[in-house]
């Protein structure tokens, strides 16, 4: 989508610390990290939030928890744990409109939050 900042990572327009790719999802490093190890999965498809999942495109998320599990390996943090937190919407506290999960961990982190 033109102007979404996550498309534009996706194709290279803006730079990032790719983690993983294949041909339906791009993995990256947060640039404002809430822990030691912070990462966001995404579905190279320009799906705007949660709300925008349907029985034609949800397949992804199961996509997405997997290349997660192999992630959280790959970083050493899959014996410690981690959390997993999709924002959906404005009390959610979504502020970039392209689906996306974040993967922390590499710390004990609180709950509930704020
Ligand atoms: P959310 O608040 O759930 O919409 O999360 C958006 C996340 O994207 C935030 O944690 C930002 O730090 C992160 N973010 C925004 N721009 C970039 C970027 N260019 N590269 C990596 N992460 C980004
Ligand atoms: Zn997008």
Request: hydrophobic share 35%; aromatic share 8%; with cysteine.
């Given at each position: 989508?033109?102007?979404?900042?996550?498309?534009?990572?996706?194709?290279g327009?803006?730079?990032?610390?790719?983690?993983?790719?294949?041909?339906?999802?791009?993995?990256?490093y947060?640039?404002?990290p809430?822990?030691?190890?912070?990462?966001?999965?995404?579905?190279?498809?320009?799906?705007?939030?949660a709300?925008?999942?349907?029985e034609?495109?949800?397949?992804i998320?199961?996509?997405?928890?997997?290349?997660?599990?192999k992630?959280?390996?790959?970083?050493?943090?899959?014996?410690?744990?981690?959390?997993?937190?999709?924002?959906?919407?404005?009390?959610g506290?979504?502020?970039?409109e392209?689906l996306?999960?974040?993967?922390?961990?590499?710390?004990?982190?609180q709950?509930?939050?704020?």
């Amino acid at each position: 989508m033109g102007d979404c900042i996550f498309c534009k990572i996706i194709n290279g327009e803006i730079p990032s610390k790719k983690l993983y790719e294949d041909d339906k999802v791009y993995a990256f490093y947060d640039i404002n990290p809430e822990a030691p190890i912070h990462f966001l999965v995404i579905p190279k498809e320009h799906i705007e939030s949660a709300n925008a999942l349907n029985e034609n495109n949800v397949n992804i998320v199961a996509h997405i928890f997997n290349v997660i599990n192999k992630l959280a390996k790959e970083t050493k943090i899959a014996e410690s744990g981690y959390r997993i937190v999709n924002n959906c919407g404005q009390d959610g506290g979504q502020t970039v409109e392209h689906l996306h999960f974040h993967v922390l961990g590499g710390r004990s982190l609180q709950w509930p939050p704020g």
